[in-house]
C-alpha cells in the first residue's frame, strides 16, 4: 500500500510563488508564455501565469496520445523560432518521463531549444530529465511517497490508488 502524502493548498500556493521568484530572479531569460501541461500542470501554470503576470497556453499530454499533441507542439515549436520564449509547466518531474516526450516532440518539430525551459512544482533529482526551475526537489530512491496535489484531492481514494498503482517502481 502507498503512502500518500497530501499537498495542502497553503503549501501549493507557497510553491507556485517559490517558481515566481525564481523566473523573476533570472534575468536572462523571461518567457513571454506559460503552458500547462495537462493535466497535472494546467493548475499550476494558471496560478503561475497570475503570479508572475503572464499568458497562459496549454498542451495536452495526459491523454498520452502523440497525434493529438504534435499539432499543438508543432504551433509552439514555430513560436520558439520566432523568438517566443516558452515555460512549460507541470505537477511533478518524477521519471522525467512526460518532459523527455514534450522536449524530443518540439524538437522533431524544429523548436529553437534556447526558447523552451521547464518548471515544476516538485523535481525529483533521480529523474531522467532536468528542469531550470522547481519549488521542491525530492529523491525517488528515497522518498516513496505518492503525492496527492490539491486539484487530485477530490478524486475516489480508488483513483488515486489506480495512479500510483500505475507506477509501483516508484513508491515501493
Known sequence: MPVFAPISHEQFVADVLALADAVRADADWQPDYLIGIGRGGLIPAVYLSHAIVGPMLSVDYSARNENLAAPALARLALRTREGARLLFIDDINDSGATIGRLRDGLAAAGAEASNVRFA?????????????????????????????????????????????????????
Not at 131 to 141: G, K, L
Not at 157 to 169: G, M
Open 120 to 172: 515544476t512544482l516538485l523535481d525529483n533529482v533521480t529523474s531522467h530529465q532536468r528542469v531550470e526551475y522547481a519549488a521542491r526537489t525530492i529523491d525517488r530512491s528515497v522518498t516513496k511517497d505518492w503525492f496527492v496535489f490539491p486539484w487530485e484531492a477530490v478524486a475516489p481514494d480508488a483513483a488515486i490508488e489506480a495512479d500510483a498503482a500505475e507506477l509501483p517502481h516508484r513508491i515501493a
